[in-house]
Nanobody, 127 residues
Framework: QVHLVESGGGLVQAGGSLRLSCAAS????????MGWFRQAPGKEREFVAA????????YYADSVKGRFTISRDNAKNTVYLQMNSLKPEDTAVYYC????????????????????WGQGTQVTVSS
């Protein structure tokens, strides 16, 4: 079992930055591939970024590539999403998710592939 808690959301002007954190409980965090998703009002949840449990593999949605960076610190049971050059269209509730994996460089891109979800943190980007 993994319990996920996101933090770091807030209100920021366009062009600004935020860093989201996702703290995980459980002793086997280092064996979980992690992902970030977001959901804007009236829209479906969409993939943002993913990272393997080793940290050696990452993957990004085209809409955030070059602006967002996913990373993890297995010693702190935490995954991060550094968001730079934020745009109003980045406004959404951001969720982190976890799935157990035996493959060190496995990344999961689809929400259905994740077993555990956090409660979400709101990110609002003003124009």
């Amino acid at each position: 079992q993994v319990h996920l808690v996101e933090s770091g959301g807030g209100l920021v002007q366009a062009g600004g930055s935020l860093r989201l954190s996702c703290a995980a409980s459980g002793r086997t965090f280092s064996s979980y591939a992690m992902g970030w998703f977001r959901q804007a009002p009236g829209k479906e949840r969409e993939f943002v970024a993913a990272i393997s449990w080793s940290g050696g593999s990452t993957y990004y949605a085209d809409s955030v590539k070059g602006r967002f960076t996913i990373s993890r610190d297995n010693a702190k049971n935490t995954v991060y999403l550094q968001m730079n050059s934020l745009k109003p269209e980045d406004t959404a509730v951001y969720y982190c998710a976890a799935v157990s994996s035996l493959i060190s460089d496995y990344v999961e891109l689809y929400s259905a592939g994740y077993d555990y979800w956090g409660q979400g943190t709101q990110v609002t980007v003003s124009s």
